[in-house]
């Protein structure tokens, strides 16, 4: 793959579109809007989770990156992917890490990001079973269901090119770090948004998708993602309101949920929004599914309704919305 090459035509391309772009206003386009396929996004989650845990610098996580750049060059061509390996400091070892970028559309100047977390997390440490706690999980909805969405989305825009231009970023070792301290979360997005691939990189928007494969998850809406483009949020909510999706995609006040677009908004100015599987206490806390960072977390919670749910939402915003 030339690395150049794609780095110089993004470059060019979003250097002359900075001025006049379009501000997060949504309207019907009347275009076709091809199928999602569950069945196929399922297939994307199962593949991950035969992996195993893809936990930072296991066999697991090395395969894994493989298969997505793999995926990509097929759907997007060999120019237009991307992987920015790095090394981060973990707990008392150093990490091998890549953010996986794959870019459709490159003519086009005007461009939008949805993106996803790859890794899984390197212990249970919700799991009600005490001797399995410091053991990885297969994270099948808590960042497998995320990116399926994302590669079959791939899969559509290889056979029904995107009318505007789309830039699929996997973030890698968002859910290293232990429960209570921030700090060695996120390692991906912190990594992309001080380092960027593309200097200047402007997206109209960005969506993060976050656990969105469960059986009977709810959407209600995030609120940093309310705070950061609540056009956005607005679209999106109603988009799946007329599609009869209005059990998944709550039209009510969610938590403020710690996460990858937090990193991306704070650091690189991009509005983004997080559609993620949680609910609001009565207090405003975030509370996340029984199975969420236990070993619960497998194939057995993953929904080919729900899966469908987020996949139809997206390809309508992406072919017909913008």
Known sequence: MNKWYL????IFLWGCSDSGKPGLKFSEQGREVPAFNADSAYQFVQRQVDFGPRVPNSEAHR??????????????????????????????????????????NLSSPDRIMISAHWDSRPRADMDSDSTRKDEAIL?????????????????MFKENPPPIGVDIVLFDGEDYGKS??????????????KNPPVPGYS??????LDMVGAKGARFPKEQYSVRFAPNLVDEVWNIASEKGYKNYFLDEKGAA??????IVNEQAGIPIIN???HSRTGRGNTDFAPYWHTHDDNMEIISKKTLQAVGDVMAELIYNRL
């Open 275 to 277: 559609i993620i599987n």
């Open 257 to 262: 949920v710690s996460d990858d677009h937090v």
């Open 63 to 104: 395969k894994a990156m493989a298969y997505f750049e793999d995926k990509f060059r097929v759907y997007a061509g060999s120019n237009a992917v991307f992987t920015q390996k790095f090394t981060a400091e973990g707990y008392d070892e150093t990490l091998d890490l890549g953010n996986v970028i794959a870019a459709f």
């Open 203 to 208: 997206p109209r928007f960005g969506i993060l």
């Open 7 to 10: 780095l110089g035509s993004i």
């Open 139 to 155: 994270g099948a909805d808590d960042g497998g269901s995320g990116v399926a969405v994302l590669l079959e989305l791939a899969r």
């Open 180 to 193: 209570g301290n921030l700090d060695l979360y996120f390692l991906g997005s912190r990594y992309w948004a």
